[in-house]
């Protein structure tokens, strides 16, 4: 599934080419997506220059004066720039064509990604408007962490991968994340310190960090390739590791379920 980094490689992998161009079509081959596309979505775009290509959470912004289109890649979605009439393949549904003469190709097997339209301030769509901070952003501090967790009996992991607490904490961040924290998966959520959380908050935002810079290196696949940053190479502590030796103090790394999400962890490192 593609997690913020990748969605984030994405929308500065496909920015240059679209930002400043005009619409001049939109091809749906397959309508069904998540949610139908939108009949009229062609209409309400063409004619239309992309002012911004931004992204908030999982979800990708583009802005063109008139209203904005939001494109979420789901769980398999991925968009690449095509300079020429390339075939569609099978998996290949939404084409946004541009005057520069390159088409913005959006393929998606499992077709739970999203096109939609709304014309309303972006922060008020119903999919926006209740999600948490940017991990990125300065509003996502330890004291944020400590002050909105106070009370609060859930697993540490399964509140820092609610969205309304923070977006685009994936599974697998979540994981590497509270292992460089030494925090314990488990542990509830009110019962972290707020120096604990000064760790886990710079936790995230280097790991995710780290994933970004890496995706930058596969920014020219955007064009005529393959479209997909993919997982990033970034070398996994104990996400997917269970029963090899923690990097930490080679204690076999343990796995369990919690919040119904597989969790990887150390039992001596993490607490
Ligand atoms: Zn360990």
């Not at 997506?33 to 979800?59: I, M, N």
């Not at 520069?100 to 739970?112: A, C, K």
Request: glycine share 8%; with cysteine; hydrophobic share 35%.
């Amino acid at each position: 599934m593609p997690e913020l980094p990748e969605v984030e490689t994405t929308r500065r992998g496909i920015e240059p080419h679209i930002r400043g161009h005009r619409v001049t079509g939109l091809i749906v081959r397959q309508r069904q997506l998540r949610w139908p596309v939108p009949a009229r979505l062609g209409q309400h775009l063409r004619g239309h220059p992309v002012k911004s290509v931004d992204r908030r959470g999982k979800y990708l912004l583009l802005s063109v004066g008139a209203g904005t289109l939001i494109v979420h890649l789901g769980m398999s979605g991925s968009l690449r720039i095509i300079h020429n009439d390339t075939a569609p393949g099978p998996h290949d549904h939404v084409d946004l064509l541009l005057d520069n003469g390159s088409r913005l190709r959006f393929t998606d097997p499992r077709r739970f990604g999203a096109w939609l339209w709304t014309r309303d301030a972006i922060e008020t769509h119903p999919l926006l408007a209740t999600l948490g901070p940017e991990p990125l952003s300065e509003m996502f501090s330890a004291d944020y962490l400590h002050e909105l967790s106070r009370s609060r009996k859930l697993a540490v992991k399964s509140f820092i991968m609610n969205s309304h607490v923070v977006v685009g904490v994936g599974n697998i961040y979540a994981s590497e994340a509270l292992f460089r924290a030494g925090i314990h998966p488990a542990r509830a959520a009110g019962r972290i310190s707020l120096s604990r959380y000064r760790q886990l908050a710079d936790a995230i935002k280097s790991i995710l960090d780290e994933a970004i810079r890496q995706g930058g290196t596969t920014l020219r696949n955007f064009v005529n390739g393959e479209g997909k940053p993919g997982y990033f190479s970034q070398s996994l502590q104990v996400y997917s590791r269970r029963d090899t030796p923690c990097p930490r103090c080679a204690t076999p790394i343990r796995e369990a379920r919690i919040g119904q999400r597989s969790s990887f962890y150390c039992p001596i490192c993490q607490r």
